[in-house]
Antibody, heavy 123, light 113 residues
Framework: QVQLQQSGPGLVKPSQTLSLTCAIS??????????WNWIRQSPSRGLEWLGR?????????DYAVSVRSRITISPDTSKNQFSLLLNSVIPEDTAVYYC?????????????WGQGTMVTVSS | DIVMTQTPLSSLVTLGQPASISCRSS???????????LSWLQQRPGQPPRLLIY???DRLSGVPDRFSGSGAGTDFTLRISRVEAEDVGIYYC??????????FGQGTKLEIK
Protein backbone atom coordinates (compact mmCIF):
# COMPACT_ATOMS: atom_id res chain seq x y z
CA GLN A 1 0.00 0.00 0.00
CA VAL A 2 1.47 3.30 -1.09
CA GLN A 3 1.56 6.09 1.47
CA LEU A 4 2.78 9.67 1.34
CA GLN A 5 3.94 11.42 4.51
CA GLN A 6 4.37 15.18 4.36
CA SER A 7 6.59 17.28 6.58
CA GLY A 8 7.58 20.90 6.80
CA PRO A 9 6.87 24.14 8.68
CA GLY A 10 3.38 25.52 8.96
CA LEU A 11 4.42 29.17 9.14
CA VAL A 12 6.60 31.02 6.65
CA LYS A 13 7.43 34.73 6.61
CA PRO A 14 6.70 36.82 3.52
CA SER A 15 9.57 36.89 0.99
CA GLN A 16 11.05 33.69 2.45
CA THR A 17 11.03 30.16 1.03
CA LEU A 18 8.34 27.57 1.65
CA SER A 19 9.87 24.10 1.90
CA LEU A 20 7.90 20.85 2.14
CA THR A 21 8.92 17.22 1.82
CA CYS A 22 6.90 14.17 0.85
CA ALA A 23 8.25 10.79 1.96
CA ILE A 24 7.13 7.81 -0.12
CA SER A 25 6.49 4.31 1.22
CA UNK A 26 5.33 1.37 -0.87
CA UNK A 27 6.64 2.84 -4.13
CA UNK A 28 9.77 4.47 -5.51
CA UNK A 29 10.24 8.08 -6.53
CA UNK A 30 11.94 6.84 -9.69
CA UNK A 31 9.22 4.39 -10.76
CA UNK A 32 8.73 4.95 -14.48
CA UNK A 33 4.94 4.55 -14.46
CA UNK A 34 4.15 7.35 -12.02
CA UNK A 35 4.59 11.07 -11.47
CA TRP A 36 4.80 12.99 -8.22
CA ASN A 37 2.72 16.12 -7.91
CA TRP A 38 2.20 19.07 -5.60
CA ILE A 39 -1.29 20.55 -5.34
CA ARG A 40 -2.52 23.27 -3.00
CA GLN A 41 -5.97 24.27 -1.79
CA SER A 42 -7.23 27.57 -0.50
CA PRO A 43 -10.72 29.08 -0.08
CA SER A 44 -9.97 31.77 -2.66
CA ARG A 45 -8.31 29.60 -5.35
CA GLY A 46 -9.78 26.15 -4.75
CA LEU A 47 -7.60 23.22 -5.80
CA GLU A 48 -4.57 24.43 -7.71
CA TRP A 49 -1.99 22.17 -9.35
CA LEU A 50 1.56 23.45 -8.85
CA GLY A 51 3.79 20.98 -10.63
CA ARG A 52 5.17 17.48 -10.91
CA UNK A 53 8.27 15.40 -11.51
CA UNK A 54 8.67 11.99 -13.09
CA UNK A 55 11.44 9.68 -14.28
CA UNK A 56 11.76 8.30 -17.82
CA UNK A 57 15.46 7.52 -18.12
CA UNK A 58 15.93 11.09 -16.94
CA UNK A 59 14.01 13.42 -14.70
CA UNK A 60 11.23 15.59 -16.11
CA UNK A 61 9.51 18.56 -14.52
CA ASP A 62 6.27 20.39 -15.29
CA TYR A 63 5.25 23.56 -13.48
CA ALA A 64 2.18 25.77 -13.39
CA VAL A 65 2.69 29.06 -15.18
CA SER A 66 1.44 30.96 -12.12
CA VAL A 67 4.39 29.82 -9.98
CA ARG A 68 6.97 28.84 -12.58
CA SER A 69 9.44 31.57 -11.66
CA ARG A 70 9.34 30.64 -7.96
CA ILE A 71 8.94 26.86 -7.76
CA THR A 72 11.33 23.93 -7.65
CA ILE A 73 10.30 20.29 -7.24
CA SER A 74 13.18 17.96 -6.45
CA PRO A 75 13.30 14.18 -6.24
CA ASP A 76 15.65 12.56 -3.72
CA THR A 77 16.32 8.94 -4.64
CA SER A 78 18.54 8.30 -1.60
CA LYS A 79 15.65 9.10 0.78
CA ASN A 80 12.82 8.06 -1.58
CA GLN A 81 11.08 11.39 -1.30
CA PHE A 82 10.42 14.55 -3.22
CA SER A 83 10.26 18.14 -2.12
CA LEU A 84 8.65 21.45 -2.93
CA LEU A 85 10.43 24.77 -2.71
CA LEU A 86 8.44 27.94 -3.31
CA ASN A 87 10.44 31.09 -2.90
CA SER A 88 9.49 34.73 -2.38
CA VAL A 89 6.22 33.72 -0.76
CA ILE A 90 3.36 36.17 -0.31
CA PRO A 91 0.24 35.93 1.86
CA GLU A 92 -1.69 34.57 -1.15
CA ASP A 93 0.47 31.43 -0.96
CA THR A 94 -1.29 30.55 2.28
CA ALA A 95 -2.97 27.21 1.61
CA VAL A 96 -3.09 23.53 2.43
CA TYR A 97 -0.41 21.80 0.36
CA TYR A 98 -0.74 18.18 -0.79
CA CYS A 99 1.70 15.79 -2.41
CA UNK A 100 -0.04 13.37 -4.78
CA UNK A 101 0.92 10.32 -6.82
CA UNK A 102 -0.19 10.19 -10.45
CA UNK A 103 -0.36 6.65 -11.81
CA UNK A 104 0.05 6.46 -15.60
CA UNK A 105 -0.76 2.73 -15.68
CA UNK A 106 -4.04 3.50 -13.95
CA UNK A 107 -4.94 5.88 -16.76
CA UNK A 108 -3.47 8.93 -15.12
CA UNK A 109 -5.27 8.50 -11.82
CA UNK A 110 -4.27 10.79 -8.96
CA UNK A 111 -4.71 7.89 -6.61
CA UNK A 112 -2.64 8.55 -3.49
CA TRP A 113 -2.69 11.82 -1.53
CA GLY A 114 -0.59 12.99 1.37
CA GLN A 115 -2.27 14.14 4.56
CA GLY A 116 -1.87 17.82 3.71
CA THR A 117 0.16 20.59 5.33
CA MET A 118 -1.44 23.90 6.25
CA VAL A 119 1.07 26.63 5.43
CA THR A 120 0.45 30.19 6.55
CA VAL A 121 2.46 33.05 5.11
CA SER A 122 2.60 35.75 7.74
CA SER A 123 5.12 37.89 9.58
CA ASP B 1 -6.03 26.32 -19.59
CA ILE B 2 -9.09 24.09 -19.50
CA VAL B 3 -11.87 25.52 -17.35
CA MET B 4 -13.98 22.99 -15.45
CA THR B 5 -17.46 24.12 -14.39
CA GLN B 6 -19.53 22.13 -11.93
CA THR B 7 -23.25 22.31 -11.21
CA PRO B 8 -24.82 22.57 -8.76
CA LEU B 9 -22.41 24.15 -6.27
CA SER B 10 -24.38 22.66 -3.43
CA SER B 11 -26.86 19.84 -3.12
CA LEU B 12 -29.17 18.84 -0.28
CA VAL B 13 -30.15 15.18 -0.53
CA THR B 14 -32.28 12.85 1.57
CA LEU B 15 -30.58 9.71 2.85
CA GLY B 16 -31.18 6.82 0.48
CA GLN B 17 -32.03 9.09 -2.44
CA PRO B 18 -29.89 9.57 -5.55
CA ALA B 19 -27.61 12.52 -6.20
CA SER B 20 -26.08 13.82 -9.38
CA ILE B 21 -23.29 16.31 -10.08
CA SER B 22 -22.43 17.71 -13.49
CA CYS B 23 -19.08 18.87 -14.80
CA ARG B 24 -18.47 20.68 -18.07
CA SER B 25 -15.08 21.40 -19.61
CA SER B 26 -14.25 24.39 -21.80
CA UNK B 27 -13.02 22.07 -24.52
CA UNK B 28 -13.14 18.37 -25.33
CA UNK B 29 -11.23 16.14 -22.94
CA UNK B 30 -10.59 13.43 -25.52
CA UNK B 31 -6.85 12.83 -25.61
CA UNK B 32 -4.93 12.08 -28.81
CA UNK B 33 -4.62 8.47 -27.52
CA UNK B 34 -8.42 8.15 -27.58
CA UNK B 35 -8.88 8.17 -23.80
CA UNK B 36 -10.64 10.84 -21.77
CA UNK B 37 -8.82 11.70 -18.57
CA LEU B 38 -11.63 12.99 -16.39
CA SER B 39 -11.64 12.07 -12.71
CA TRP B 40 -13.84 12.67 -9.69
CA LEU B 41 -12.57 13.37 -6.17
CA GLN B 42 -14.37 13.30 -2.84
CA GLN B 43 -13.24 15.45 0.08
CA ARG B 44 -14.79 14.69 3.42
CA PRO B 45 -14.64 17.39 6.11
CA GLY B 46 -11.12 17.78 7.45
CA GLN B 47 -9.67 15.19 5.06
CA PRO B 48 -7.53 15.38 1.93
CA PRO B 49 -9.27 14.73 -1.37
CA ARG B 50 -9.73 11.08 -2.29
CA LEU B 51 -9.94 9.69 -5.82
CA LEU B 52 -13.26 8.00 -6.57
CA ILE B 53 -13.38 7.65 -10.34
CA TYR B 54 -10.87 8.05 -13.18
CA UNK B 55 -11.13 7.93 -16.97
CA UNK B 56 -14.78 9.04 -16.77
CA UNK B 57 -16.22 5.87 -15.24
CA ASP B 58 -13.56 3.59 -13.74
CA ARG B 59 -13.96 3.24 -9.98
CA LEU B 60 -10.83 3.08 -7.88
CA SER B 61 -10.52 -0.18 -5.95
CA GLY B 62 -12.51 0.02 -2.73
CA VAL B 63 -14.92 2.72 -3.89
CA PRO B 64 -18.54 1.64 -3.32
CA ASP B 65 -20.48 0.77 -6.46
CA ARG B 66 -23.16 3.32 -5.61
CA PHE B 67 -20.74 5.82 -7.18
CA SER B 68 -20.73 5.92 -10.97
CA GLY B 69 -19.41 8.25 -13.63
CA SER B 70 -20.52 8.88 -17.18
CA GLY B 71 -20.18 11.35 -20.01
CA ALA B 72 -18.09 12.16 -23.04
CA GLY B 73 -16.37 15.07 -24.76
CA THR B 74 -17.13 18.07 -22.58
CA ASP B 75 -20.02 16.89 -20.38
CA PHE B 76 -19.65 14.52 -17.46
CA THR B 77 -21.74 13.34 -14.52
CA LEU B 78 -21.07 11.77 -11.15
CA ARG B 79 -24.02 9.84 -9.73
CA ILE B 80 -24.58 8.42 -6.29
CA SER B 81 -27.37 5.87 -6.49
CA ARG B 82 -28.37 6.00 -2.80
CA VAL B 83 -26.75 8.66 -0.64
CA GLU B 84 -25.36 7.55 2.71
CA ALA B 85 -24.30 9.72 5.64
CA GLU B 86 -20.61 9.11 4.92
CA ASP B 87 -21.02 10.70 1.46
CA VAL B 88 -21.22 14.19 2.95
CA GLY B 89 -18.42 16.35 1.60
CA ILE B 90 -17.25 18.26 -1.43
CA TYR B 91 -16.91 16.63 -4.83
CA TYR B 92 -14.52 17.82 -7.52
CA CYS B 93 -14.03 16.92 -11.13
CA UNK B 94 -10.53 17.22 -12.58
CA UNK B 95 -8.97 16.84 -16.00
CA UNK B 96 -5.52 15.56 -16.90
CA UNK B 97 -6.03 15.30 -20.65
CA UNK B 98 -4.58 18.74 -21.36
CA UNK B 99 -1.80 19.03 -18.85
CA UNK B 100 0.05 20.99 -17.84
CA UNK B 101 -1.78 22.27 -16.04
CA UNK B 102 -4.14 19.86 -14.30
CA UNK B 103 -7.38 21.76 -13.65
CA PHE B 104 -10.22 21.24 -11.23
CA GLY B 105 -13.86 22.16 -10.94
CA GLN B 106 -14.84 24.55 -8.18
CA GLY B 107 -16.44 21.80 -6.13
CA THR B 108 -19.97 20.71 -5.23
CA LYS B 109 -20.94 20.51 -1.57
CA LEU B 110 -23.17 17.55 -0.76
CA GLU B 111 -25.22 17.72 2.41
CA ILE B 112 -27.91 15.53 3.93
CA LYS B 113 -31.42 16.87 4.39
Amino acid sequence: QVQLQQSGPGLVKPSQTLSLTCAISGDSVSTASVAWNWIRQSPSRGLEWLGRTYYRSKWYFDYAVSVRSRITISPDTSKNQFSLLLNSVIPEDTAVYYCVREDFWLNDAFDVWGQGTMVTVSS
Amino acid sequence: DIVMTQTPLSSLVTLGQPASISCRSSQSLVHSDGNTYLSWLQQRPGQPPRLLIYKISDRLSGVPDRFSGSGAGTDFTLRISRVEAEDVGIYYCMQTTHLPPVTFGQGTKLEIK
